[in-house]
């Protein structure tokens, strides 16, 4: 570390508390909008110029700020190993699961020595290696879906697949590109590829040419300095309400024995504001990164062709709005780590699934395993990520079946009642969670055990209760009280699967199979689609294993 870099920030942590590599890597984020700006105006006609200006900053981030040298050989371990995988295998239909599984396997140790370190205040290279994970996985992906033919792709696939495999010098660009290296967002290679030779910011036929967007002195770069500056001031905002409640409510202030001295409810209100702040520093984070890229260009997501608008949301990785007044589970978790979801959905769910069939069991508990190893071995993660998945089956057949008493049931649309479900299912969703997230962020076995004690299991006991309730025949009292409801609104009921008639009021968001944050969406579905997968296969077996017997029976008579 250079001595005159590292001392401002030590100086500094010293006065407000902080950590010099928390300060080091707010430094980072505030530092890439200027250094974006310059990137921007790097002519468009010199990619090169881009890649190498990309690659300086982030090999001065690693080494130079972070004295990260064991970090940038990780980072390149997993660069070149992936792209070797990819050049050397490219034909071979297990090129992606190879690239997968070094990749997810040199991570997992990386995340085994920060556990052991227990340093969580300090910045090492395992968040920078959860992105090239996802940005280097997808790659694989890419490349190989482009040996295959058309016909065999869906239109994500054709969008992202790779014919030719890159130069060294623009898949280096890629993996270094600097307003996203250290905690993203991850974004694929053909988009880094578009924004490089500036195709990605072509204005369709269609718009009305008087509607394209401003660019400055012949550049195809839309002026983006307005839409970054917001997101910089909002993670700012984010970033400093996380600095002055984290003083109060921090993680281990679960854990004190004051905390058993407050009343239930004051316990309730400081685990929620517990979790709130830890979230803070994470929209913060995030808020400021995406600001970078938008300032940079690569945010660009397409221009209105009606209004001339133009969309900056290409990499939005959060939705503080969304998360905070979520009104259940799916809705809450789909708003978090965006990118992660999509990548989890893209890259892993629909490619476990063989091509003409549906996604089932296989493709969710490859999702869940997936997602878990990714965020890391703490004990914590398991509690939480298993527990949500339970949550979020209950949240299911809880909207499904209440949620309609407080609609009419002819027009779908909300009765005066409905604002009271609306903010049951808020708060209700919201502590939920606050209880569901503890663990993620004690980290530990016994100290998540302890927390959850301390507010008498409640997320566990409810759950439980519910679970209990929709196995009971308690279920069919309230789909009777719904059918004779819509009986006398005229509403006729699916009588052939002698189930409610299914629509986007019942099940809204949570009709969908697709984990979210690899959180099954039903996790009583998933099992019972298991044992059927298994029974499946026992048959399977038995009428082979009578195939053989004929046969040698018939071999025998001969």
């Not at 409640?245 to 517990?274: C, I, N, W």
Request: hydrophobic share 45%.
């Amino acid at each position: 570390m250079i001595p005159f870099i590292n001392a401002p920030f030590v100086w500094l942590a010293d006065r407000i508390g902080a950590g010099p590599d928390e300060l080091k890597l707010v430094f980072s984020f505030l530092l890439s909008y200027p250094l974006a700006g310059l990137l921007k105006r790097v002519p468009d006609a010199r990619p090169e110029f881009k890649n190498l200006f990309s690659i300086s900053i982030s090999l001065f981030y690693l080494v130079g700020l972070f004295d990260l040298w064991d970090g940038l050989r990780t980072i390149l371990i997993s660069a070149i190993g992936t792209y070797a995988i990819a050049k050397y295998l490219r034909g071979s239909p297990y090129m992606p699961w190879v690239g997968f599984v070094f990749l997810m396997g040199h991570m997992s140790v990386n995340h085994i020595a920060r556990q052991q370190a227990n340093s969580p205040r300090s910045v090492d290279i395992t968040g920078a290696q959860m992105v090239a994970v996802m940005k280097l996985s997808a790659f694989c992906w890419n490349v190989a879906d482009g040996v295959l033919p058309e016909a065999d792709l869906s239109d994500f696939q054709k969008d992202r697949r790779l014919v030719e495999l890159p130069s060294l010098l623009n898949y280096a660009g890629y993996v270094f590109f600097f307003p996203s290296m250290l905690i993203g967002p991850a974004f694929d290679f053909v988009e880094y590829r578009r924004w490089l030779d500036t195709t990605m910011f072509e204005v369709p036929a269609n718009v009305d040419p008087s509607k394209k967007p401003p660019t400055r002195r012949k550049r195809k770069i839309p002026r983006s300095g307005t839409p970054a500056m917001k997101k910089l001031a909002l993670g700012l905002i984010w970033t400093f309400s996380f600095l002055k409640l984290s003083a109060h409510y921090y993680p281990e202030v679960l854990l004190e024995d004051k905390f058993v001295t407050y009343g239930f409810l004051h316990r309730l209100v400081v685990l929620h504001m517990v979790g709130f702040t830890a979230r803070c520093k994470y929209y913060g984070v995030w808020t400021m990164t995406e600001g970078a890229c938008i300032l940079a260009g690569l945010g660009f997501k397409g221009v209105d062709p009606k209004t001339g608008k133009v969309s900056w949301d290409r990499l939005r990785n959060i939705d503080p709005w969304e998360v905070e007044f979520a009104q259940n589970t799916r809705g809450y978790l789909g708003a978090w780590n965006i990118n992660t979801n999509q990548w989890l959905r893209n890259y892993v769910y629909l490619r476990v699934t063989p091509r003409g069939k549906k996604p089932g069991f296989r493709a969710s508990l490859a999702t869940f395993t997936t997602s878990a190893f990714w965020h890391g071995f703490y004990p914590g993660y398991y509690l939480s990520f298993v527990l949500a998945s339970f949550i979020q089956t209950v949240a299911k057949k809880l909207r499904r079946f209440f949620r309609p008493f407080f609609l009419d049931p002819k027009t779908q649309q909300p009765l005066p009642s409905k604002k009271l479900y609306d903010f049951a299912s808020w708060i209700t969703t919201q502590l939920t969670f606050s209880y569901a997230a503890a663990p993620f962020l004690i980290l530990s076995f016994s100290g998540s055990v302890t927390v959850w004690a301390r507010v008498y299991f409640y997320a566990v006991v409810g759950t439980l209760v519910l679970m209990g309730f929709f196995a009971s025949p308690g279920v069919k009292v309230v789909k009777k009280a719904l059918e004779q409801r819509n009986a006398k609104a005229g509403v006729v009921t699916d009588k052939k699967s002698g189930d409610l008639k299914r629509t986007a009021s019942t099940d809204s968001l949570s009709s969908s199979r697709e984990p979210v944050m690899g959180i099954s969406a039903d996790m009583e579905e998933e099992l019972d689609e298991m044992v059927r997968e298994v029974k499946r296969e026992v048959e399977v077996r038995r009428a082979r294993s009578r195939e053989n017997s004929l046969v040698k029976d018939m071999k025998k008579a001969m």
